[in-house]
């Protein structure tokens, strides 16, 4: 780290920056608390586990397409830049006030605003085929109805077969009827879902499902687990 970031003033950006972003939390919370899903970002330490695959890639690969659902403020975003720079990003947010601070914080970036049920016609338009890695910020009551129940295949279908796609859940909640549902449609739609260790250092703790082996049609075979 430059010494510059630790100047007074760097400091002060940062700590604004962040207030920021817990702001905009709070209040869409308060507006929205089933879709918001939270009451601060993510942290840094979960946001690592998020992005883990990208770091598995080797150099020499081809620059990876990335598709992030449910990027809020940019906790994972801000890690998917800082693990491989030149990716090819697509980002899926709902919440306009989210998506707003999300294009300031990173000038350019590519961001749909609107349902995740709706990236795979976002893919298609960018001529993007199939993606390297989906991260999944996506609150449970994303995977409710029709178009919920129809993503996590629609992310199956959509990921290189040596893909893989990282959804986060709170450890408290895991075990609730929406939590086990979202193993379950994972493990349907996967061929392999690990389980992190708890984040402790993540406002409330976490899990990372990690998912791997894609099985587009969905073949319903116990997929391989580790938990
Ligand atoms: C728990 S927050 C996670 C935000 C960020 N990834 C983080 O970890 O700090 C859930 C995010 O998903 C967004 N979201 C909820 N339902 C969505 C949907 N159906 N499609 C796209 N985004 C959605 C919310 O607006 C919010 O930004």
């Keep these: 780290m430059d010494a510059h970031e630790w100047s007074p003033p760097a400091v002060r950006r940062a700590a604004g920056a962040r207030s920021a972003e817990q702001l905009v939390f709070v209040r869409e919370f308060l ?5 918001t899903a939270s009451v601060v970002p993510s942290s840094a330490a979960l946001a690592e586990r998020m992005v883990a695959p990208l770091l598995l890639r080797s150099p020499a690969q081809r620059a990876p397409v990335v598709l992030e659902l449910g990027p809020g403020t940019g906790a994972f975003t ?7 720079p030149g990716m090819r990003y697509l980002g899926v947010e709902a919440n306009p006030v ?3 601070h999300l294009a300031a914080r990173f000038p350019g970036i590519d961001l749909v605003r609107g349902p995740a049920s709706g990236f795979p ?3 298609a338009q960018r001529g993007l085929r ?3 890695l989906v991260v999944s910020g996506l609150p449970w009551q994303a995977f409710a109805g029709p178009a919920g129940a ?3 295949p629609a992310i199956a ?6 893909g893989a796609h990282t959804q986060f859940t709170y450890s408290w909640s895991r075990w609730a009827p929406p939590g086990r549902r979202q193993h379950r449609a994972l493990r349907r739609a996967f061929g392999r879902v690990d389980v992190s260790p708890t984040v402790w250092p993540n406002l409330p703790p976490a899990v990372v499902y990690t ?7 969905g073949d319903h075979a116990a997929a391989t687990s580790s938990c």
């Design 157 to 162: 279908a959509h990921l290189a077969p040596a």
């Design 98 to 100: 989210m998506a707003d």
């Design 121 to 123: 016609g976002a893919l």
């Design 211 to 217: 998912a791997t082996r894609p099985r587009p049609g």
């Design 31 to 35: 507006r929205a608390p089933l879709r």
């Design 130 to 132: 199939t993606v390297d």
């Design 150 to 152: 129809d993503l996590v």
């Design 78 to 84: 801000a890690a998917l830049h800082a693990a491989v």
